[in-house]
């Protein structure tokens, strides 16, 4: 399961969103791929205090301004990108047990259970 997972998610396409948020000056404390088994899917999940300050619709108007930024030829949308303020629960959870500053690898988390929250898998890019 793990070799074919690696295969359909466009790791380095995120690393460029990541990139591109950091030029930008764009505020996040995570940046991470989760894989939800329920929905066989995988969200881009970022946290980000714009969320927390202005809700919602404010923090994907600036994920959407960082994205278009990208090259037109990627196999990500905005729709494979979630948006949550800096305490959400998966969030929080991970940054209990788990840092990744800027130039660090990704660090992938597989099959974990932290604080009551169930982790199938993760590519984490930045969790500060």
């Given at each position: 399961m793990g070799a074919t997972l690696l295969v359909t998610i466009p790791l380095d396409e995120g690393a460029m969103l990541v990139e591109e948020?950091?030029?930008?000056?764009?505020?996040?404390v995570a940046a991470f791929w989760l894989y939800h088994s329920e929905y066989d899917k995988w969200k881009l999940r970022i946290a980000t205090p714009v969320y927390d300050d202005k809700?919602?619709?404010?923090?994907?108007?600036?994920?959407?301004?960082?994205?278009?930024?990208?090259?037109?030829?990627?196999?990500?949308?905005?729709?494979?990108?979630?948006?949550?303020?800096?305490?959400?629960?998966?969030?929080?959870?991970?940054?209990?047990?788990?840092?990744?500053?800027?130039?660090?690898?990704?660090?992938?988390?597989?099959?974990?259970?932290?604080?009551?929250?169930?982790?199938d898998e993760a590519f984490i890019y930045r969790l500060i």
């Open positions: 948020m950091d030029k930008s000056g764009f505020p996040f809700g919602p619709r404010e923090a994907y108007s600036k994920i959407q301004a960082v994205f278009s930024q990208l090259p037109e030829s990627r196999s990500i949308d905005t729709t494979d990108i979630t948006a949550v303020g800096t305490t959400d629960e998966v969030v929080t959870a991970l940054r209990t047990q788990f840092l990744v500053r800027p130039g660090d690898p990704v660090k992938r988390v597989r099959q974990t259970r932290i604080d009551n929250v169930r982790i």
